[in-house]
């Protein structure tokens, strides 16, 4: 079942992190066969199921908390930042430069590496608000941690030198995660 998609520069980004951080070789062996050619050969196609990026986050690699932020932090910000880094200029140059103008427009900026999932930015104030994403199955606990890295993304597109997390939920039986960020 193929309910959201992966694209080609996400899996493409997550194997170049791999590789230069020395994981790479030991993921491989841990995942399956279908997923061990999507993470070799990414760009074999534009988009992979959602099961290869589970996979690969499920089994084949092992990180701590902050592994797994630094590991979509490093990503987010080498492969998708300059494909969407162009999107958060324009906006923050007509709107300010603000988390929240960058989180308010996440949901476009998450469709350049997944396809299926979706963010809703509800702002409390002019400083805090609370993200939420939102995937259209259960999914892996983990990603609370590799969000935690693209919404380091967001603050550093903006200059947000004291962004941060305040709190985290997880909902719907692993479905909705919601981040309460302020800065």
């Given at each position: ?39 070799a050969e990414p760009y074999a196609r534009r988009w992979w199921p ?85 995937y259209p199955r259960p999914w892996v606990s983990v990603a609370e ?39």
């Open positions: 079942m193929n309910d959201f998609e992966v694209s080609a520069v996400f899996l493409g980004g997550m194997a170049k992190v791999l590789k230069e951080n020395g994981t790479f070789g030991r993921v491989i062996e841990r995942i399956s066969p279908a997923s061990r050619e999507a993470l959602s099961q290869v990026l589970e996979d690969v986050l499920s089994n084949g690699v092992e990180l701590t908390a902050d592994g797994y932020t630094e590991l979509n932090y490093t990503m987010t910000k080498n492969s998708l930042g300059p494909i969407v880094g162009p999107i958060f200029q324009v906006a923050m140059a007509l709107s300010g430069a603000s988390p929240g103008t960058v989180f308010a427009r996440l949901d476009k900026a998450i469709r350049t590496g997944m396809n299926g999932v979706k963010s809703d930015w509800l702002p409390l104030d002019s400083n805090r608000g609370t993200l939420r994403i939102t941690h590799t969000w935690r890295g693209t919404i380091r993304v967001a603050f550093d597109f903006c200059g947000a030198k004291h962004g941060r997390v305040e709190d985290f939920r997880l909902l719907q039986e692993r479905k909705v995660f919601e981040f309460d960020v302020a800065w």
